[in-house]
C-alpha cells in the first residue's frame, strides 16, 4: 500500500465550477502538506503549503488538511481552463532533512470552456 | 522562476552507457533533491544532499550516484544505464523548514 493515495483520474469540469482533489495518508508522523500544479512538460509549481491541520485560502485555492482523518483537500472556485493541469498532494515529516517529499501521483483536471 | 537550470533537457542513450544530469541553482538553497516521475508513480525522491558533500539516499536510490561538490551545482549519475532508468528527472531545492521548488526536468530515454 502506497503511503499517500491520489485518484489519478482524469477529471473534466465545465468552466466555473468547483472543483475537489483529495490525497490520504497512512503516516500519522507528517506534518507538512503541500499541492503543486504541473503543466505539461513542465516541473511541479508549488500552489498552497501549509503545517499540520486546518485550512489555508490564497485567492481562488483553498487547501484543507484533516489529521485525524489523514486525509487533505485541494479545492478549486470558479475553475478556469487555465487551471487544466495535473494536481499532485505531497507531504513530509519535516525535520533537519529539509523535508523528504512523499506525493501522490497526481490527478488530472480538465476544465473545459 | 527558481533559479533551477536542469542540463540537458533531452537525452537519448543505449544501455549500459553512463549518463550524468546537471541541476544548477542560482538561490543559494542548502538542499538539493533528485526525483523521478513515472506514470502511475508519481514522483519518487532518488537522492538528496543537505550540503556541500553531504548526500543521502531516497527511495529509490539503486543504479545512481550523485555527488555535490558546490553548492549551486547536484549531478545525478547513472553508471551503468538500463531501461528501466528510462524517466523524467526533476530536480529540486529548498531550504531548511521551507518547501521545495522544482526545475523543469530532464526527458532522459534509455534505448
Known amino acids: 500500500q502506497k503511503e499517500v493515495e491520489q485518484d489519478p483520474g482524469p477529471l473534466s469540469v465545465p468552466e466555473g465550477a468547483i472543483v475537489s482533489l483529495n490525497c490520504t495518508y497512512s503516516?500519522?508522523?507528517?506534518?507538512?502538506f503541500m499541492w503543486y500544479r504541473q503543466y505539461s512538460r513542465k516541473g511541479p509549481e508549488l500552489l498552497m503549503y501549509?503545517?499540520?491541520?486546518g485550512n489555508k485560502e490564497d485567492g481562488r485555492f483553498t487547501a484543507q488538511v484533516d489529521k485525524s482523518s489523514k486525509y487533505i483537500s485541494l479545492f478549486i472556485r470558479d475553475s478556469q481552463p487555465s487551471d487544466s493541469a495535473t494536481y499532485l498532494c505531497a507531504m513530509s515529516r519535516g525535520g533537519n532533512q529539509g523535508g523528504k517529499l512523499i506525493f501522490g501521483q497526481g490527478t488530472e483536471l480538465s476544465v473545459k470552456p | 522562476d527558481a533559479g533551477i537550470t536542469q542540463s540537458p533537457r533531452h537525452k537519448v542513450t543505449e544501455t549500459g552507457t553512463p549518463v550524468t544530469l546537471r541541476c544548477h541553482q542560482t538561490?543559494?538553497?542548502?538542499?538539493m533533491y533528485w526525483y523521478r516521475q513515472d506514470p502511475g508513480h508519481g514522483l519518487r525522491l532518488i537522492h538528496y544532499s543537505y550540503g556541500v558533500k553531504d548526500t543521502d539516499k531516497g527511495e529509490v536510490s539503486d543504479g545512481y550516484s550523485v555527488s555535490r561538490s558546490k553548492t549551486e551545482d547536484f549531478l545525478l549519475t547513472l553508471e551503468s544505464a538500463t531501461s528501466s532508468q528510462t524517466s523524467v528527472y526533476f530536480c529540486?531545492?529548498?531550504?531548511?523548514?521551507?518547501?521545495?521548488?522544482f526545475g523543469d526536468g530532464t526527458r532522459l530515454s534509455i534505448l
Open positions: 501549509t503545517y499540520s491541520s
Open positions: 538561490e543559494n538553497h542548502r538542499y
Open positions: 529540486a531545492i529548498s531550504e531548511a523548514g521551507q518547501p521545495q521548488h
Open positions: 503516516n500519522s508522523a507528517f506534518q507538512y
